[in-house]
């Protein structure tokens, strides 16, 4: 399916580890914070569309993390809707949904068949796969040659690509090599972004609706921190001081694991795990709902109370925080998670 450009689906090889190194430059905790004027911008714009028009929140959040991250990556304002690159990305990841779990093809179990000729009956796979190879190749190229092109005529006012290109060696070999490196990076970090954000912000509106009452609790708890000035909004820096909604955010997280089977491993090497023999090449999917659904951390876990993760108002410590599970673990770790 040409998933190859997104380290997230590569091997821990050099080229995983010199991607996930210039990823990391950009999106590391000093790095994310950088980027708060740009998400309050971009959460504005949201907050007045869903104003507007409420009933189409789902477009509205699609929509909000498509442009966060295309300006952000590509310094590319994106079209209030119909926008040709989110289009391209959403018919993208969304045929990774579904391809993604392991068994979903009898390739998956038989890699010889990936050899067999297009017109043979059952290779339906393989015009699946040439048909998302093409449209990843737009993926990964379009707004990446947009925002060169861009920065050519000096119309680019920020961008990682933007700061990216401008550090490219001059040498043309090297030049050239570098250049792939970062439109893959540049690919990976809106592919790997703009779904699984849009994942956590639909479940909230879900459980809203789910629950008035919680909805009802986290308005009066934001009144009153901000009733003093009826027309600010909430910032950044209230998240202190606003325990109830935190609360609120994690059980969401755990309530509904945006991966819930993460992203599948295999072992590099022959391993011993307590009684367990794991051979080279096996295939570890870490468990993390099994983890989300602990009923001695997380008492009636099918439920969603916020409430389990506060003792006398305040955020309580000894109840785990589904942070450290959602993202994975290890060397592999979400590096976006900041
Ligand atoms: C709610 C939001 C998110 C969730 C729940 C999430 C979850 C995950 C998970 C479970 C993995 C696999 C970790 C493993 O293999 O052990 C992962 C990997 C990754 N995520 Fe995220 N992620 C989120 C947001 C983001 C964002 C916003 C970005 C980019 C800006 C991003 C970029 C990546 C990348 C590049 C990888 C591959 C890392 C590697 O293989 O070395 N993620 N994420």
């Not at 990446?144 to 401008?166: L, P, R, T």
């Not at 970090?189 to 703009?194: F, L, T």
């Not at 708890?221 to 325990?243: H, I």
């Not at 993760?309 to 979400?334: A, E, M, S, Y």
Request: aromatic fraction near 12%.
């Amino acid at each position: 399916m040409g998933w190859d450009f997104c380290f997230a689906f590569r091997e821990a090889d050099s080229v995983w580890k010199e991607q996930r190194k210039l990823f990391y430059e950009y999106f590391r905790p000093d790095r994310a914070r950088q980027y708060s004027d740009a998400q309050r911008t971009e959460t504005h714009a949201f907050l007045r569309r869903l104003l507007n028009s409420p009933q189409d929140f789902l477009e509205h959040t699609h929509h909000l993390f498509g442009s966060a991250l295309t300006k952000l990556v590509y310094g590319i304002a994106v079209k209030e809707s119909k926008d040709p690159y989110v289009e391209v990305a959403e018919e993208a990841v969304a045929g990774l949904s579904k391809a993604i779990h392991p068994g979903k093809y009898l390739v998956d179990i038989f890699p010889a068949l990936k050899h067999i000729p297009v017109w043979m009956p059952g290779a339906g796979f393989r015009k699946t796969g040439i048909y998302f190879a093409a449209l990843n190749e737009k993926l990964v190229k379009a707004p990446f040659e947009a925002a060169e092109a861009s920065i050519a005529k000096g119309e680019m006012v920020e961008s990682i690509v933007a700061d990216m290109v401008s550090k490219l060696s001059s040498d043309p070999v090297l030049r050239a090599e570098q250049r792939k490196m970062e439109m893959h990076v540049a690919a990976t970090a809106y592919a790997a972004g703009a779904d699984t954000t849009v994942a956590a912000v639909q479940t909230f509106f879900l459980l809203m609706a789910m629950h008035p009452e919680v909805q009802k609790r986290a308005q009066a708890e934001l009144d009153t921190f901000l009733g003093v000035d009826p027309d600010r909004l909430p910032d950044f820096s209230d998240r202190g001081t606003l325990p109830y909604i935190e609360a609120l955010v994690s059980e969401l997280l755990r309530w509904n694991l945006v991966v819930p089977a993460s992203i599948p491993h295999a072992s590099v090497e022959d391993d011993l795990y307590e009684e367990y023999f794991i051979p080279k090449g096996t295939l570890i999917i870490a468990n993390v709902w099994t983890l989300s659904r602990d009923p001695i951390m997380y008492p009636e876990p099918d439920k969603f109370i916020p409430e389990r993760f506060l003792k006398n108002g305040v955020i309580n410590n000894n109840i785990r925080d589904p942070r450290t599970l959602i993202f994975g673990f290890g060397r592999r770790i979400c590096p976006g998670r900041h």
